[in-house]
């Protein structure tokens, strides 16, 4: 089983910056897709930006200008750096990583941006 520890959630005000940090832990494949997930109260998670081992990126739409993605392969770290942030990013945000046959999901931190 891997196991994922976010941290760098918290209260921002609206134009502010905040980076997450997830640490993946366990028997984990070469190849493989970190990413995170946000969930508002009242909307379904969806994704907000991913990463395979292989430098592969995807966003979404709504944050493709004002997010960025990385890892460090070596620590099994995934990166997210959000820029320029908006009351509409609030959500709990996921860390996830896709092993192939399955995924694993981290606790979820607590992300605010106050008006």
């Known amino acids: 089983q891997v196991q994922l520890v976010e941290s760098g959630g918290g209260l921002v005000q609206a134009g502010g910056s905040l980076r997450l940090s997830c640490a993946a832990s366990?028997?984990?494949?070469?190849?493989?897709?970190m990413g995170w997930y946000r969930q508002a109260p009242g909307k379904q998670r969806e994704l907000v930006a991913a990463l395979s081992s292989g430098g592969s990126a995807n966003y979404a739409d709504s944050v493709k200008d004002r997010f960025t993605i990385s890892r460090d392969n070596a620590k099994n770290t995934v990166y997210l750096q959000m820029n320029r942030l908006k009351p509409e990013d609030t959500a709990v945000y996921y860390c996830?990583?896709?092993?192939?046959?399955?995924?694993?999901w981290g606790q979820g931190t607590q992300v605010t941006v106050s008006s």
């Open positions: 996830n990583i896709n092993l192939g046959w399955g995924a694993s």
């Open positions: 366990g028997i984990i494949p070469s190849f493989n897709v």
